[in-house]
């Protein structure tokens, strides 16, 4: 026996490193102690991040950003509490960057850099419940997902042959290798990716790169395991282990007949190949050359519109492309080479009904292939889709929140879904602007047409650039549902909704658009690629002025596109549910503007949240804002896309009035300033319990005002009785945070924030509210109440102000254990000229 095993199951792992974690006498090193050392070889030394030296020995704990380093000889044995080992070979170096393991929930994650040597990963639940491990190495960044895994950076064979640098799937269900902007996958094992100056390639896995690894881990002959009495011949031959081995009579089997070997008929290629393939999914099926072909046409009103349907596509000798769509129209294209990762080229092609063509051309894993053109005479867009559908409900379930990647809509630059204004997607090219992934997450019940739901979608982007009068601003939302489609297959319906403004004294123009997935087959899911990982999102729309003649700008406008594909490193699996299948409210303001004239406004936001479709119904109501005969913006399941994905990512848009709602955890802008001058997108400092973001709608032909970048908040409140209790027990507490607001300056009307400061009064049921830093202004706010009668209550209600004329509603908030954890609510201060209201929030 070479190495001294210690542990021998998670379970006894985890006990021995909560032992360590709650010793008497902890080093601050120790308080992030992320395993043990389970085995080792001499030499193996730790380098501790304040640089000291010293040798491992046995159950050392393993400390993150600890750098383990094994000399030629050297083996180390690490142990992690959720069951994960790494075996460390001989002239190598690991440290463990991150872990995090949560025993009661059943979750981990795990992040290693290994610089140099070889080692085997034997994954536990950070690997095989959330797939959340990544190890990063010279030749790039290994994810694994439930898998044995072999990494040989500068391994060499026994008689000393040079093994190039690879990563090995032994066991298990997927390796993937991410370098130099390429990634290539394997989901079976006994297959290798292999590290080379050309590019990262897929091959079987040699016996002689095993065997050499498996010497390496073994250890060397004459080396005791670090054992400190060694065993003799007496002492085994004293020993039990003959009773249940050697002199065991050896089992009565049947000599198996030999049977021939059938002669392989794959080339080693083709079997390379099929190893990167997800065996672990449905097979889809094969892609026949059918495609979905949009270009625009003009109706017989002359309005501009797209035209969608299916066709057949043909490949070339020279690898160009040739095609039909569904009417007989004919065009041709450049090719592009098949890839197993997403890649674009530029591309020229022709159609028979717009002539030249000019775009990009994408191409994926599973026969994906998009190509995103336009006509070279009049801009039309012409798009073609094709490749094997995946499966959309076998992709979207769960809670955990998937991210796909939006690239660029090649014509307009913009990396909005359905930003098919050209002004908007101006407006979003600036230095400050935040596009998020299309976040999506599974959903199932029924939609308003009675179809079977699979998912929900949020993208938006967002810029706030400048201050006071200078600044500029624009902001899109795309809010959508997947299901299944009228002719078969689910697809995405989304709707777009937002606004820029250029200049601070003029009005907004708003947007709203429709938004929705190109299939390759009618009846065949709209997804592609082996595991799912690629979409084509399409939008058209109409744009409403504020400050033209009725509110409507009247252009119908030409097509975006965008390719999606999921980046599985930024799935997000810790946002909490706690407001599903709940009514949830809050406080919203905002600047109402209605034929050329401005009100500041402020009000309330109630919504019912359903956790099964993840959607919700409800409405933003502030004074001043018509939509139909109330004075609300109202989201419903008929005249709405809304997605809840959990607490923090929250979005809607509105078909009939424009409007708009998104939480800022998915546009998070870095608007509030520290004190040290940095900035943060954090309204305060453990505040998760609350959500806050941005809405707004346009004025147009079916509303008479317009919002732009409106704010709202909301949070699961107390109840009164909960706050008596608290007013029984007496003190005060301080609360700390910031606000952002709408101001309107002398005609000019932007964002602003500033800091949040309270205090409340437990024992007399009153506090102060003050707001400072904001816009220039001198500290302001009110004092406030929050006693009916003789009974505290969970609202807070002005008594009088602080400095200049302001007045405020707000309300505590619960973070589920403590009752008065958080405030929030909404302000309105006028100073002259001079006038905002916005929200707040503070955490004590």
């Known amino acids: 026996m ?48 304040s640089g000291k030296r010293k040798l491992i020995s046995l159950g050392d704990p393993v400390v993150r950003n600890q750098r383990i380093e094994t000399g030629p000889q050297g083996l180390v044995q690490i142990l992690l509490a959720d069951g ?124 002689l790169w095993v065997s050499s690894l498996q010497q390496y881990l073994a250890g060397r002959p004459g080396q005791t395991g670090g054992a400190q009495t060694l065993p003799t011949d007496n002492s085994v031959r004293n020993s039990q282990v003959a009773n249940n081995n050697s002199q065991q009579p050896p089992a009565k089997n049947s000599i198996p007949v030999p049977q021939p070997r059938p002669l392989p008929v794959t080339s080693p290629e083709q079997i390379a190949a099929d190893s990167t ?13 059918s495609v979905g072909v949009v270009y625009e046409t003009v109706d017989n009103w002359g309005d501009a519109e797209l035209s969608s349907g299916y066709g057949q596509m043909t490949r070339q000798s020279d690898g160009s492309w040739s095609g039909t769509d569904g009417d007989g129209n004919t065009f041709s294209l450049d090719g592009i080479t098949p890839s ?83 002004d908007l997607a101006l407006a979003l090219d600036t230095s400050d602007v935040i596009s998020s992934d299309l976040l999506v997450v599974g959903a199932s019940g029924t939609d308003s047409s009675g179809n079977t739901i699979v998912g929900k979608a949020i993208q938006a982007s967002l810029s706030i650039s400048g201050e006071g009068s200078d600044q500029t601003s624009a902001i899109n939302v795309t809010a959508g549902t997947f299901a299944e489609l009228t002719n078969g297959g ?66 119908y406008l030409n097509s975006g596109a965008n390719v999606v594909s999921r980046d599985d490193t930024a799935t997000e699996t810790d946002g909490t549910r706690s407001f599903a299948d709940t009514t949830v409210t809050g406080f919203a303001t905002g600047a109402v503007t209605s034929s050329g004239s401005t009100e500041l406004a402020s009000g309330t936001v109630s919504w019912n949240i359903d956790g099964t479709t993840n959607s919700f119904t409800g409405a933003i109501d502030v004074d001043g804002v018509d939509s139909g005969d109330t004075n609300e913006v109202y989201m419903s399941s008929i005249n709405s896309q809304t997605a809840y994905l959990n607490d923090q990512l929250i979005a809607a848009a509105g078909e009939i009035d ?9 546009v998070p802008a870095e608007i509030f300033k520290n004190t040290d001058g940095s900035t943060t997108s954090e309204i305060c400092s453990s505040c998760e319990f609350m959500t806050w973001g941005w809405w707004g709608q346009a004025e147009g032909p079916e509303s008479t005002s317009s919002v732009h970048l409106g704010n709202w908040i909301i949070a699961e409140r107390p109840t009164d009785a909960e706050v008596e209790q608290v007013h029984q027990t007496g003190g005060t507490a301080t609360y700390t945070g910031n606000a952002v607001g709408t101001v309107v300056n002398n005609g000019s009307q932007y964002i602003a924030t500033g800091d949040l400061n309270a205090t409340m009064d437990f024992s007399a049921r009153t506090g102060t509210i003050e707001i400072s830093n904001y816009d220039d202004k001198d500290t302001f706010g009110a004092e406030v109440s929050f006693e009916s009668g003789n009974t505290s209550v ?16 707000g309300a505590f908030a619960s973070n589920g254990t403590d009752p008065v954890a958080g405030i929030m609510g909404s302000f309105t201060a006028e100073d002259g000229t001079w006038s905002s209201t916005g929200i707040f929030a503070g955490s004590r």
């Open 2 to 49: 070479t190495m001294n095993r210690i542990l021998s199951s998670s379970a006894l792992l985890a006990a021995s490193v909560s032992m360590l974690v709650s010793g008497a006498s902890l080093s601050h090193a120790e308080t992030n102690v992320a395993g043990v050392t389970a085995a080792v070889n001499p030499t193996a030394s730790a380098l501790e991040p």
């Open 277 to 289: 393939r997800d065996t672990t999914r449905p097979e889809a099926d094969g892609w026949d050359g």
């Open 794 to 809: 969970s609202s807070l209600t002005s008594t009088s102000m602080i400095g200049i004329a302001t007045s405020v509603t």
């Open 490 to 555: 689910n697809g995405l319906t989304a709707l777009s909704s937002g606004g820029y403004v250029t200049d601070a004294n003029t009005g907004v123009t708003n947007e709203q658009s429709t938004a929705e997935t190109i299939g390759g087959s009618e009846g065949d899911d709209q997804l592609f690629g082996d595991d799912g990982e690629y979409m084509v999102i399409v939008g058209s729309g109409e744009t409403y002025d504020a400050t033209a003649n009725g509110g409507l700008g009247g252009t």
């Open 658 to 666: 424009g409007s708009y709602i998104v939480s800022s955890e998915v």
């Open 84 to 207: 994960t080992s790494f075996t460390v070979g001989p002239n190598s170096s690991i440290v463990i960057d991150s872990f995090v393991y949560d025993p009661e929930k059943q979750t981990a994650s795990l992040a290693a850099t290994m610089t140099k040597g070889a080692l085997r990963f034997i994954g536990g639940k950070a690997s095989k419940a959330s797939g959340d491990v990544t190890i990063n190495t010279p030749i790039g960044t290994a994810g694994i997902r439930g898998a044995v895994v072999d990494i040989n950076l500068d391994g060499k064979t026994a008689d000393g042959q040079v093994i190039p640098p690879h990563v090995s799937l032994v066991f298990g269900k997927q390796v993937e290798l991410n370098s130099r902007g390429s990634s290539e996958r394997v989901f079976r094992p006994g297959f290798s990716i292999v590290a080379g100056n050309g590019g990262n390639s897929v091959k079987r896995t040699p016996p």
């Open 340 to 422: 197993e990762t997403l890649t674009s080229a530029t591309v020229t092609g022709s159609s028979s009904v717009l002539g030249s063509l000019t775009g990009s051309a994408y191409a994926g894993s599973g026969d994906f292939i998009a190509y995103l053109m336009r006509s070279t005479t009049d801009d039309k867009p012409f798009y073609v889709v094709g490749g094997e559908s995946a499966s959309m409900a076998s992709t979207f379930n769960g809670t955990d929140v998937l991210h796909y990647v939006v690239s660029e809509d090649p014509a307009s630059g913009a990396v909005t879904i359905g930003a098919v204004n050209p």
